[in-house]
């Protein structure tokens, strides 16, 4: 366990910190907690949910993750990633769902980790994670219309085209101010990083367009339209769960930890780059696994490792996770003095805002490429994306990562099939030239697994059709599942039926430990299990002197070989 979860703040803490690093640190915390304070609010709004919960999860989860996690510098709390998620859960279970999928989806990911699968959840396939991101990022564009043009529907369709078809149908309702404030957000989110790198443009956006409203009066919606007063206070209180119906929040919790997993280590290996430095992928999933059980009883929705505040942290000097501490105190502070102010923000500045997330999202150029590419790519991609956009992004992920397992699997046995197929060298005929008449050799070049082991089978039945000692070379056998297992002690069990007696070269322990507890070895005389092929050639050839069986076996020596001898 010490070793699984092993928190940077602690190692840098124990190691020292320098106290311009702590001034640095101190410094880019609160940079970064006022660029949060705008996209917790939005991220909040978006997702159904009174804007205190964006803040309330920036805070707990941004402390939680910064305090526990496996990166120097990463910031967490909502992200826009989450927006379609948490919109719809909220409108199928409500916010009591919310709460019960984001703690089971705390516990999953606390469950990657200590099985250590940090390492494989970062190599989702490209497709697939640019899919369903697109996906997210127009679903959010689509969302923000109705405020951004200042429409007064009471409702929104969630269905995407339904959205839209309303939209078309509402243009002569539009509120023109409501349009002059999302475009001057958009305006001045996107230029502001002319005059200064420091403060973020969304924060500005946010001060102008208030000041704007309040000053001169103007006929828009704001949060107070449609939340009321922004509480000050974060209070402790237990969620009612139903032990009977918790079931139904496992697809949601699931789909919640693996985009949550996803992105936190995309963001952490993004500011590893950055630094220079390593992040611990495990400790990372079993801090936003906590953070995720903690959050939910503060009223807080998911969160997870945020790349836009993360990137902000170290542009700023941040190097160490005090300063994602003090992010977390700083929006504490606005959030316990100031938030009584944010009720006056106005809600096309918030569609502005996230207009400008959606797009930097979109990952256009990055959508294009995978395109050009490879034909199966293209298929993941396209489905991904659709059924995020059209269909759900529960079942977008699901469908996804199928597709992506199928994918890999057809292309291990497609190395495979190339393996197999491949020409011999002459070389290689020159090595096995002075073999015994009738022995043969065949070597499994690769992991045997199922969609490789039925065309391993059938070539060794085949050569062990002609040979009455075979030699198999296993040494770049990685590893062996129980498909593969299966087929090849069916295909010994037959060549021992023939007569045939079969000779292991190379067998790795592991290996070697696996096909004896699937019955494998049965077929196999202990002392044919050889370290060496010098020493396989060797007992081979003894066999068939004993045999006698080099004068009454016609035909040359029979090579099966998959590829060049190393």
């Given at each position: 366990m010490n070793f699984i979860f092993k928190p940077k703040f602690f190692t840098l803490l124990k190691a020292g910190i320098s106290r311009q690093q702590l001034v640095n640190d101190a410094l880019a915390g609160i940079v970064v907690g006022i660029v949060a304070l705008p996209l917790a609010i939005a991220f909040a709004v978006a997702s159904g949910v009174s804007p205190e919960k964006g803040l309330i999860t920036a805070i707990v989860a941004g402390f939680i993750i910064s305090l526990l996690g496996g990166s120097r510098v990463q910031i967490g709390g909502p992200t826009g990633a989450f927006i379609v998620i948490v919109f719809g859960i909220v409108e199928q279970y409500g916010f009591d769902g919310l709460v019960i999928s984001t703690i089971l989806a705390g516990f999953?990911?606390?469950?990657?980790?200590?099985?250590?699968?940090?390492?494989?959840?970062?190599?989702?396939?490209?497709?697939?994670?640019?899919?369903?991101?697109?996906?997210?990022?127009?679903?959010?564009?689509?969302?923000?219309?109705?405020?951004?043009?200042?429409?007064?529907?009471?409702?929104?369709p969630a269905d995407f085209l339904d959205k839209w078809v309303l939209y078309v149908s509402s243009l002569n309702d539009v509120n023109y101010y409501a349009i002059g404030l999302t475009a001057l957000t958009i305006l001045i989110s996107v230029n502001f990083k002319r005059i200064s790198t420091k403060i973020p443009g969304s924060f500005i956006a946010i001060i102008c367009m208030t000041l704007a409203v309040a000053i001169w009066d103007l006929p828009v919606a704001t949060i107070e339209t449609y939340f009321g007063d922004i509480p000050n206070t974060i209070s402790w209180s237990v969620p009612h769960i139903d032990l009977s119906t918790i079931h139904i929040y496992f697809a949601p919790a699931i789909t919640i930890a693996l985009l949550g997993g996803i992105e936190s280590l995309l963001s952490a290996v993004v500011a590893d780059g950055m630094i220079g430095g390593k992040h611990r992928s495990n400790t990372e999933?079993?801090?936003?696994?906590?953070?995720?059980?903690?959050?939910?009883?503060?009223?807080?929705?998911?969160?997870?490792?945020?790349?836009?505040?993360?990137?902000?942290?170290?542009?700023?000097?941040?190097?160490?996770?005090?300063?994602?501490?003090?992010?977390?105190?700083?929006?504490?502070?606005?959030?316990?003095?100031?938030?009584?102010?944010?009720?006056?923000?106005?809600?096309?500045?918030?569609?502005?805002?996230?207009?400008?997330?959606?797009?930097?999202?979109?990952?256009?150029?990055s959508f294009v490429a995978v395109l050009k590419g490879s034909i199966f790519d293209s298929i993941i991609l396209l489905i991904t994306f659709i059924l995020t956009v059209f269909v759900d992004l529960t079942v977008a992920i699901e469908i996804g990562v199928v597709l992506s397992a199928i994918l890999f699997m057809k292309r291990m046995a497609d190395i495979s099939d190339k393996r197999i197929d491949n020409v011999i060298d002459t070389d290689v005929i020159e090595d096995y030239s002075e073999l015994p008449e009738g022995v043969g050799v065949y070597e499994i070049s690769g992991p045997l697994f199922f969609a490789s082991a039925r065309r391993y089978s059938e070539h060794i039945k085949e050569l062990g059709g002609v040979s009455k000692v075979l030699i198999i070379r296993m040494r770049h056998v990685s590893f062996v599942d129980q498909t593969g297992a299966y087929n090849l002690k069916d295909t010994l069990t037959i060549l021992k039926q023939y007569g045939v007696r079969i000779i292991l070269s190379g067998v790795n322990s592991s290996v070697q430990k696996d096909l004896q507890s699937n019955g494998v070895m049965e077929n196999i005389e202990a002392e044919c299990i050889c370290n060496s092929f010098e020493r396989a050639l060797e007992l081979a050839n003894n066999m068939q002197l004993e045999n006698r069986v080099g004068s009454k076996h016609s035909g040359s020596a029979t090579v099966g070989r998959d590829e060049k001898e190393n």
């Open positions: 999953i990911l606390i469950g990657f980790g200590l099985l250590r699968l940090g390492s494989l959840l970062k190599y989702f396939p490209q497709p697939l994670v640019v899919g369903f991101t697109s996906g997210i990022a127009l679903v959010i564009f689509s969302t923000q219309i109705k405020d951004a043009l200042g429409l007064s529907v009471e409702s929104v999933l079993i801090a936003q696994g906590i953070a995720n059980v903690v959050t939910p009883f503060f009223g807080g929705i998911p969160a997870t490792g945020a790349i836009a505040r993360t990137a902000t942290n170290i542009k700023n000097g941040g190097r160490t996770p005090l300063a994602g501490i003090i992010h977390a105190i700083s929006l504490l502070l606005i959030m316990l003095f100031l938030g009584t102010w944010a009720k006056l923000i106005p809600m096309a500045c918030l569609a502005g805002i996230l207009i400008v997330v959606a797009y930097n999202m979109s990952e256009w150029r």
